[in-house]
T-cell receptor, first 113, second 112 residues
């Protein structure tokens, strides 16, 4: 079992470009969560998805950010027109159901230059 | 999601000393989960507590859930350098419709 796979591990983007972060959940897990972590900060919840559905996006900025979890393929977190303040570690987690612990991926470190 | 207060925010201990972090809520929790994140790493799920007064042990780690299900604690006996990291207590609403809310956790720093 490969665990939660995130790629890329590191991503550098210039201001104004788009960033696409990918997450493949653990086999058998249908619930996916995205979190953002700034240096020396806690984890900030962004969005909770199940296959083809957004369950909770209360932590997602209203503009430039979107997430999807299609029927086939990985979950994608998309950030359009990145700004320096988007630089952070983005973690994806998965679980088999809502009442289980989360398994986290190793994260994508996004740097905006 | 539900909110809890976790203390202390930072804890320095000498290697071999014990360590405890506490989690308090003003409302009754459905259950609570604990995670550990090593410096530069990702959070790792440790345990979930569900029952009032529950006590669970994992080697040198002891987890407790209060009788009123409003507080929880993690105690580490005889800390080792591998225990370094941030420990998060994360309340679970039980509703199933929202993601978990992580606070700032307790940063454990161990001096050899």
């Amino acid at each position: 079992n490969a665990g939660v796979m995130q790629n890329p591990r590191h991503l550098v983007r210039r201001r104004g470009q788009e960033a696409r972060l990918r997450c493949s959940p653990m086999k058998g897990h249908s619930h996916v969560y995205w979190y953002r972590q700034l240096p020396e900060e806690g984890l900030k919840f962004m969005v909770y998805l199940q296959k083809e559905n957004i369950i909770d996006e209360s932590g997602m900025p209203k503009e430039r950010f979107s997430a999807e979890f299609p029927k086939e393929g990985p979950s994608i977190l998309r950030i359009q027109q990145v700004v320096r303040g988007d630089s952070a570690a983005y973690f994806c987690a998965s679980s088999p159901g809502w009442n289980y612990g989360y398994t986290f991926g190793s994260g994508t470190r996004l740097t905006v230059v | 999601g539900q909110q809890v207060m976790q203390i202390p925010q930072y804890q320095h201990v000498q290697e071999g000393e014990d360590f405890t972090t506490y989690c308090n809520s003003s409302t009754t929790l459905s259950n609570i989960q604990w995670y550990k994140q090593r410096p530069g790493g990702h959070p790792v799920f440790l345990i979930q507590l569900v029952k009032s007064g529950e006590v669970k042990k994992q080697k040198r780690l002891t987890f407790q859930f209060g009788e009123a299900k409003k507080n929880s604690s993690l105690h580490i006996t005889a800390t080792q350098t591998t225990d370094v990291g941030t420990y998060f207590c994360v309340p679970h609403s039980g509703g199933g419709a929202d993601g978990l809310t992580f606070g700032k956790g307790t940063h454990l720093i161990i001096q050899p």
